[in-house]
């Protein structure tokens, strides 16, 4: 079996500083995904790429930039943290969109 | 572009009661359709899909949804829940044409009281 992971689990910012959050696969997967998820609106995407270097935009990925340097590895930065902000960002891989797997986030807090 | 609603924010049954969480698309051509349950401090897991064929799906720890065009929903049931059922189910759906663009609903928080 495979693993995504998830670094940092926890993310303090500060209000317009730039945040990177990075995920692992190792499951060999074309596709990945970013996912914000707010408490009581479920989980929104942001971006999703289906293969090494493509980037497709999500329905919220106004704030963010992602990067998708190696099939393996996914990144999304917060290009100017919002104050006040919460929120759990959520890794996940699949292939052709059978089923995603996910990982357990990372929490992010803006002080 | 594809919707999906789940309106339920929260539903509380006990152990041994059946359950039904709701889910409704909104998308003009062939959809993928998804549940996943997330239990605290976790991602989300995968429990079971419907594209074609049988309405009726069976998915893991006996969970199964049923698939209805004509009233563009995707219900998911158990007969039975146990406590180890409480968590929050989110309902997905992609189209046929970009099955890779996935959009989740907001979660039903699911309280099994023993």
């Known amino acids: 079996g495979g693993i995504i992971t998830q670094t940092p689990k926890f993310l303090i910012g500060q209000e317009g500083q730039k945040l990177t959050l990075k995920c692992q696969q190792n499951f060999n997967h074309d596709t990945m995904y970013w996912y914000r998820q707010d408490s009581g609106k479920g989980l929104r995407l942001i971006y999703y790429?289906?293969?090494?270097?493509?980037?497709q935009k999500g329905d919220l990925s106004e704030g963010y930039d992602a990067s998708r340097e190696k099939k393996s590895s996914f990144s999304l930065t917060v290009t100017s943290a919002q104050k006040n902000e919460m929120a759990v960002f959520l890794c996940?891989?699949?292939?052709?969109?059978?089923?995603?797997?996910f990982g357990s986030g990372t929490r992010l807090t803006v002080l | 572009t594809q919707t999906v609603s789940q309106s339920d924010a929260h539903v509380t049954v006990f152990e041994g009661d059946s359950v039904e969480l709701r889910c409704n698309y909104s998308y003009g051509g062939s959809i993928y359709l998804s549940w996943y349950i997330q239990h605290h401090g976790h991602g989300l897991q995968f429990l079971l899909k419907y594209y074609s064929g049988n309405p009726v799906v069976q998915g893991v720890n006996g969970f199964e949804a049923e698939f209805s065009k004509s009233d563009s929903s995707f219900h998911l049931r158990k007969a039975s829940v146990h406590w180890s059922d409480s968590a929050v189910y989110f309902c997905?759906?992609?189209?046929?044409?970009?099955?890779?663009?996935?959009?989740f609903g907001t979660g039903t928080r699911l309280q099994v009281l023993p």
């Open positions: 790429s289906i293969t090494e270097n493509d980037l």
């Open positions: 996940a891989s699949s292939i052709y969109a059978e089923t995603l797997y």
């Open positions: 997905a759906v992609s189209p046929s044409s970009n099955t890779n663009k996935v959009v």
